[in-house]
């Protein structure tokens, strides 16, 4: 077997689409297919079907359920796998192992082992995107890593989604489903939530966070079909809070803390909460202490995260039309009355109007700035969508720093992107 270097799997990504498009034009939900994945599986002799799984699926919260489950069942002693994605800075971010990244070594030899299947079905006409390439890795190495349970969180919808190859996991998650990727996922709540209730197979439970009315019927179908249970996890109520932390109580009557900020960050404990009872209930051994703990201990960087305080400084990931609801939700709870001085940076291919037409009410002024991704929205034309609204806005500059903004500032919060977090220092 060819041993290539990190340096050389990085370089291999960078050549590759996210997500193959499809041969025969098709667009939708029926643009994807999950054959060539399935096909590069079968020649590494079918990974998947050697571990057990959590699977995450949703619009908004995968991310942060994912890692209270993670820390849950860290404090638990099972050895836990977390397959999460967009990377902030590395890729090794996507595969960690009981909160550690996959190291450098471990990467360049997991690609390695993976290589040359992929050039065996290249050969034969058959191409797997990089999405499809780093799911196959995630398998090999939490197989190696002796994983106990692995935490897969899907990409973009559910259906056709390159984790959606597995056998039946213990446990289905679905975090807040909403309006996003309608392109591919369909227009209406009832489309969206079909996609996500995709990785439903039998032989699960599904746990989900309280949801429209449309789509908790779309899962009750869903679930009645493949003769599974549903838990609805109740909404938690907030007993105090303050800008480092909350204090929370959920609909058991059980009490809890988290330094996680936002009324969502609480359902979403509320959801891991009720995953980690259920595979509790499967014989994996989390006590209430593992619980609170893991609760406690959870930090995921860029959502609604406090970065100084005086003024505050927010900086969150939401990037879509709920995201932006609950951002301002939670700005309007922890400073009341106070305007915001905004730095979006927000992609074109995103509601953009309804995700100002959130935001801009409560804005004192805002500054645009370009996210790291070629699908950004050029600052200036951001910049002139705010200023219609009648909000002064200015394209962020060299001239212009984030103590220059703070200095006239109430609070200042750096919102619109998950891909934004990432140049978090370049702004700062």
């Not at 498009?21 to 297919?33: E, L, Q, R, T």
């Not at 820390?71 to 099972?78: H, Q």
């Not at 994605?85 to 192992?97: A, H, Q």
């Not at 004192?364 to 969508?385: G, H, I, Q």
Request: net charge negative; glycine share 6%.
């Amino acid at each position: 077997m060819m041993k290539y270097s990190y340096d050389e799997a990085l370089n291999f990504f960078k050549s590759m689409p996210h997500f193959m498009p499809p041969k025969d034009g098709s667009s939708g939900k029926d643009m994807f297919s999950l054959d060539a994945e399935l096909a590069l599986l079968e020649k590494l002799n079918r990974p998947q079907d050697k571990l057990k799984y959590v699977h995450i699926a949703g619009t908004n919260g995968k991310g942060s359920t994912t890692t209270y489950l993670a820390n849950i069942l860290n404090e638990a002693s099972v050895v836990t796998g977390a397959f999460t994605s967009p990377f902030l800075y590395r890729y090794n971010e996507m595969f960690r192992v009981n909160g550690n990244d996959i190291s450098d070594e471990d990467f360049a030899d997991v690609f390695s082992q993976v290589k040359p299947s992929y050039d065996e079905l290249s050969a034969e006409g058959i191409f797997v995107s990089e999405y499809e390439f780093l799911t196959v890795m995630a398998f090999i190495y939490f197989i190696k890593m002796d994983c106990e349970l692995v935490l897969l969180e899907v990409s973009m919808g559910g259906r056709m989604d390159t984790t959606n190859v597995i056998p039946a996991p213990l446990v289905s998650v679905i975090t807040p489903i909403s309006y996003d990727h309608m392109t591919i996922l369909g227009n209406t709540l009832t489309d969206i939530a079909a996609e996500k209730a995709g990785i439903i197979k039998p032989g699960t439970t599904v746990v989900s966070a309280v949801q429209e009315r449309e789509v908790e019927q779309v899962l009750e179908e869903v679930c009645a079909k493949q003769s599974v249970s549903l838990e609805i996890v109740k909404a938690s109520q907030i007993i105090n809070r303050d800008i480092h932390g909350q204090r929370f109580i959920t609909s058991d009557g059980m009490e809890y803390e988290t330094t996680m900020l936002g009324t969502y960050q609480i359902d979403n404990a509320a959801v891991a909460i009720a995953a980690a009872r259920t595979l509790f209930a499967l014989g994996y051994p989390i006590s209430e202490e593992a619980i609170a703990e893991g609760i406690a201990n959870t930090k995921w960087f860029g959502r609604f995260t406090l970065l100084s305080d005086d003024p505050p400084v927010i900086i969150d990931g939401g990037h879509n039309r709920q995201g932006a609801t609950v951002l301002r939700q939670s700005l309007e709870e922890y400073f009341p009355g106070k305007k915001i001085t905004f730095v979006l940076g927000i992609l074109a291919d995103k509601e953009v109007d309804i995700i100002l037409d959130t935001l801009l009410p409560i804005a004192d002024k805002c500054y645009t700035v370009a996210v790291p991704n070629p699908r950004t929205m050029p600052p200036e034309k951001l910049a002139e969508m705010i200023s219609s609204r009648g909000v002064d806005a200015v394209v962020l500059g060299a001239d212009v720093t984030l103590d220059s903004i703070k200095e006239k500032a109430d609070v200042v919060c750096i919102a619109g992107s998950l891909y934004l977090i990432s140049q978090i220092n370049n702004i700062t």
